[in-house]
């Protein structure tokens, strides 16, 4: 083959930090919204796009009509990647508007199930069932 | 921010909406350059249509014009795409396909940190776009399998040729994948479940 060969390399040593600090050198992006409920701008509930959430109650008149429609579309449970893709806002603005909403117990959620607690071989079968009904 | 007010939110439809029992989620991320089958193959495997979240970011301009450089910084929207399978009555799999690019995976927290694992979507035709996601993974040990997507006019080479080029070790699962096909899309995962299974009878 023409192509060039790839070099493998090792795993780094601190895999549970790799998120390079996204200001720490020049060009790297940054998050055009880091909007926080909070009247101090206090820390985002830490939502990955696969935590379920669910509404406890229906929207009052008083929320902000941002927070009414997750209530409604939260009826039923619904990840927070399905919660932007609908509402059509950026996934740092949804975990803003979520923070307040859990903070306040109008909704509840249900953090995802992610490799470092996995290695739960039960959990692989049943995804393996689940895949092969398909 | 457009938000254009709760009278324009379609939500899901009727038969896409998940039931109550539905609180245990868990991810997979579908990787690789730009045009090589990642939507195609989460739309083959996915119950709902699939959709789109974004992150906006801004970054500092390079000098392009003179705006830009009075301004300083740009906004850019980064999109993923996504489907979702519902595997039972609890348990919902989710499937991302993103950018090849490092930089913008730390705009999703734990995009790959969550996940179960990953698959490495590879065309023969521009096989160097992912070397460099390959080499991300290994580095973060996110746990992968390289799925070879079977263009009509793309090179065919013998697997093994295509294990040296990307210097995969021998325990990587390789497979070559119509990533149109719902049966095939559907075939990568189950050769990811199964190397992550594998990978947990080792451990214990």
Known sequence: MKTPRRERREKLPSPSSPAPDPGSAKGDPERLYVITGGPDGGERAALDLVTMVVACSTPSPTVQPEQAAILRLCRAPLSVAEISAYLRLPFSVVTSLLTDLLATELVESRAPIVRAVLPDRSLLEAVMHGLQRL | MDFKGSDTITGPRTEDV???????????????????GKTTMVGAVSEIRPLTTEETMTQASIGVDDNSRIEGKTATTVAMDFGRISISEQLILYLFGTPGQERFWFLWNGLFEGALGA??????????????????????????????????????????????????????????????????????????????????????
Do not use: W
């Open chain 2, 119 to 204: 698959v490495v979507l590879v065309d023969t035709r521009r096989l160097e776009v992912s070397f460099d996601v390959i080499g991300r993974l290994e580095e973060r040990g996110v746990p992968f399998v390289v799925a070879v997507n079977t263009f009509p006019d793309a090179p065919s080479h013998p697997m093994e040729a295509l294990r040296h080029a990307l210097d995969l070790p021998d325990e990587v699962p390789m497979v070559n994948c119509d990533a149109r096909l719902r049966a095939s899309s559907r075939d990568v995962l189950l050769t990811l479940m199964n190397y992550l299974h594998a990978l947990a009878l080792q451990r214990s």
């Open chain 2, 18 to 36: 998940l039931p109550s029992t539905a609180t245990a989620a868990v991810k997979v991320v579908i990787v690789g350059g730009f045009g090589v």
